[in-house]
């Protein structure tokens, strides 16, 4: 399933029918604060997309709440006509409030909206990967996905949609999915200091489907450990390209979508997620306490 890339770490995967990067990039960074609003510095919003393509990159993820629909727009003011080579992956389920809040929108109404609304603002007559953004803020909540899932599985049908997932989704949830219409990644919280998805990441990869951790770096506030920077330290290289590294060595499955609105970010987590760890080095990692982690 996986085969090896000349200029970026940890060469592909396949969802479904579709070859992506397992090194990815993540757009919400480049709306406004707060993932809301325009970015301060347009052209160097579109400047980190067509670095994102030119470093062979062809795994973008985004969402029609961040902005919200400015990344979208975004993406397609850089990028449009998309390589074939390039695969968009896109959440509904949830939208933005005027307090900045992610209030859920998963009744049938919203996510035809969404749908649509990621087709129009991408301009794509249909969307390669869709995933359904279940839960809260505070992280995945346990119940029935069926009706959001069914829907999106019509939308399918439909042909506005090539291949589906979930977000922010229990282990419960994703095999729920799974009898409603096939998955081809799951995207939850998962790093260093959130490790409560190891035995689904196992679990995952032994049915060639993907896990696609989002804030691989912590999110807001970045991953700080003493034996994350111990290890780092010996390897002369940062705490952030060891935990990127981490990610990408923790399951062939595991696939990143690092976020940044730096061009020289970019370069440096393109860069430091081929950072080679030896087994010593993983085996260090793997015994970091996330209690000892803040993040």
């Known amino acids: 399933m996986n085969t090896p890339s000349t200029t970026l770490p940890g060469g592909t995967w396949t969802l479904g029918d579709l070859t992506v990067t397992r090194f990815g990039y993540g757009a919400m960074q480049l709306a406004g604060p707060g993932v809301m609003g325009p970015p301060a510095d347009h052209d160097g919003a579109l400047a980190v997309l067509r670095e994102a393509a030119a470093l062979g990159i062809t795994h973008i993820d985004t969402a029609g709440a961040y902005g919200p629909r400015v990344t979208n727009q975004l993406i397609r003011e850089a990028l449009h006509p998309y390589s074939p080579s390039l695969h968009i992956v896109t959440k509904v389920g949830a939208v933005r409030d005027e307090q900045g809040g992610w209030p859920p929108a998963r009744q049938p109404e919203d996510l035809r909206r969404a749908v649509h609304e990621n087709l129009e603002d991408l301009r794509l007559d249909a969307l390669d990967v869709v995933n359904l953004r279940l839960g809260d803020a505070q992280g995945p909540q346990p119940g029935s996905l069926a009706e959001p899932f069914e829907t999106l599985a019509q939308l399918q049908?439909?042909?506005?949609?090539?291949?589906?997932?979930?977000?922010?989704?229990?282990?419960?949830?994703?095999?729920?999915?799974?009898?409603?219409?096939?998955?081809?990644?799951?995207?939850?919280m998962y790093n260093l200091a959130h490790r409560q998805d190891d035995e689904l990441?196992?679990?995952?990869?032994?049915?060639?489907?993907?896990?696609?951790?989002?804030?691989?770096?912590?999110?807001?506030?970045?991953?700080?450990?003493?034996?994350?920077?111990?290890?780092?330290?010996?390897?002369?290289?940062?705490?952030?390209?060891?935990?990127?590294?981490?990610?990408?060595?923790?399951?062939?499955?595991?696939?990143?979508?690092p976020g940044t609105s730096s061009l020289t970010h970019l370069r440096e987590n393109t860069v430091g997620a081929g950072l080679p760890l030896s087994d010593e080095d993983l085996t260090e990692l793997d015994k970091i306490d996330p209690q000892a982690i803040t993040a």
Request: with cysteine; aromatic share 6%; charged share 10%.
């Open 157 to 188: 049908q439909q042909g506005l949609i090539r291949h589906l997932g979930v977000s922010n989704a229990t282990a419960e949830q994703v095999a729920e999915a799974q009898t409603i219409a096939p998955i081809v990644c799951v995207q939850n």
């Open 201 to 257: 990441i196992d679990d995952l990869a032994d049915k060639g489907i993907a896990y696609v951790p989002f804030f691989p770096l912590g999110g807001f506030t970045p991953l700080q450990s003493t034996a994350l920077s111990a290890v780092a330290t010996r390897l002369d290289a940062t705490p952030m390209s060891v935990a990127l590294a981490w990610l990408l060595q923790r399951s062939p499955n595991i696939l990143l979508i």
